[in-house]
């Protein structure tokens, strides 16, 4: 009984042997380079033998005759193309970051694939790096997302429709700080959002329109304290909302640093936080008439008007026209004091003007006399019911700052 279980045991060890040495003789890879890559190397040599022998080896294409194998090579060739292109499209299923559920679908961006494709993913972009994770709606970006430039630096975090921001969102400097926050119109800064500066400060709240401030809003300082809350156009407040008004309408706007200036029936306040200072009279029974700004000087070396900004004369000659008034002329107290404040500010063209003065007060100049020799060349145009004054250090130049009147 024991040998005839011995004589199974062994012809069951000879055919498992054989077996064994047929896997391990087809998987070698001296086997595989003689034998099989041999034969597909011969396969190959015989497809691709396109020498026709007769006429039964030709196709007819539009009276052309191609070969037969000519033409089944080129198919078998674009189908192999044709294979590896749609195997390097296929979503390739990396791993989450930790704290995420699993992992996200990845495209790149060129995809076909990802043109039919709903849901979570991330997109690749050209060099590989990753350029977006979040929803998309048929191959459109759409919902919420975030967006990141090839240095891997987020750009744009919020909602997305199609392809572009819209909705509320968060727009990144390149240092990571935030940009600003609020909503979107295609791309743009429009509706009501937040500017920061690239130090984390905020720097203005309240209307945007096409990625300016356009509206009503509040501007803060370099330490984030509010200074002024009006109307803004282009980017710029609108100075010209200034004159006309009280002294105490203008502090319900203006609440940075000011310097009072006064000499006997004039008054001026300089506001270096929005560099502007305007001027008035004193005078009338109620304390509303006792002070109310006639006019204001913006001390900027840039003039904006109806989304358009000036540098200089020549440009606003084209747009406004000729001047009602060109030349020399001497300056008032209250240019001299913008003057004086502007160079505080920081201007170097200009030279301080001597203001003379009784006060103790860094703040508050109660002007006994001043420098009334110093001249400057303006030009003065008329829009609107409104007289613009710009002041130039030569003729046709740039002009230093500029002031607003009625006309």
């Not at 990845?106 to 694939?113: C, F, K, L, S």
């Not at 609108?238 to 009072?260: C, F, H």
């Not at 840039?302 to 000659?317: A, D, H, S, V």
Request: charged share 25%.
């Amino acid at each position: 009984m024991l040998s005839v279980l011995r004589i199974y045991i062994n012809i069951i060890r000879e055919k498992f042997t054989k077996i064994l040495a047929l896997i391990w003789t087809y998987t070698n890879p001296r086997y595989v380079k003689e034998h099989l890559l041999i034969r597909i190397k011969k396969f190959l040599t015989g497809l691709l033998n396109i020498k026709p022998r007769d006429k039964d080896d030709y196709y007819t294409v539009f009276g052309w005759m191609v070969s037969r194998k000519l033409a089944f090579a080129i198919v078998i060739f674009l189908g192999l193309v044709c294979a590896v292109y749609i195997a390097g499209m296929k979503p390739v299923n990396i791993p989450g970051k930790s704290g995420t559920d699993g992992g996200m679908l990845t495209y790149r961006y060129d995809a076909v694939p990802l043109r039919f494709h709903s849901g979570t993913v991330r997109i690749l972009g050209k060099s590989g790096y990753r350029a977006y994770e979040g929803s998309i709606k048929d191959g459109a970006v759409e919902g919420t997302g975030k967006l990141y430039n090839k240095e891997g630096t987020l750009v744009y975090s919020g909602e997305f429709e199609k392809n572009m921001y819209n909705g509320t969102g968060k727009r990144y400097y390149d240092n990571q700080m935030l940009w600003y926050q609020g909503e979107f119109k295609d791309n743009e800064f429009s509706g009501n959002g937040i500017l920061y500066r690239d130090n984390g400060i905020k720097e203005y709240e309240g209307e945007f329109s096409e990625n300016e401030k356009n509206g009503r809003g509040k501007l803060f300082d370099e330490s984030g304290n509010p200074v002024y809350t009006g109307t803004f156009s282009n980017g710029e407040l609108l100075y010209s909302d200034i004159p006309g008004k009280t002294a105490q309408e203008i502090s319900d706007m203006y609440t940075g640093r000011r310097i009072v200036y006064s000499a006997k029936d004039q008054f001026g306040v300089g506001m270096p936080n929005i560099r502007a200072l305007y001027w008035g009279g004193t005078g009338g029974d109620t304390l509303e008439e006792t002070y109310r700004a006639e006019g204001v000087l913006v001390l900027k070396d840039t003039f904006c008007l109806q989304k358009k900004t000036f540098t200089g004369i020549p440009g606003i000659k084209e747009y406004l026209g000729e001047p009602v008034y060109e030349g020399n002329t001497g300056l008032t107290l209250m240019e001299c004091a913008a003057v004086n404040l502007l160079v505080d500010l920081g201007n170097r063209e200009l030279e301080k003007i001597d203001i003379r003065s009784d006060s103790e007060f860094q703040d508050v100049v109660e002007v006994t006399d001043y420098d009334r020799t110093r001249e400057i060349y303006i030009y003065s145009f008329e829009n609107n019911g409104l007289l613009y004054t710009f002041y130039c250090t030569e003729k046709e130049g740039r002009f230093v700052f500029w002031k607003c009147e009625a006309a």
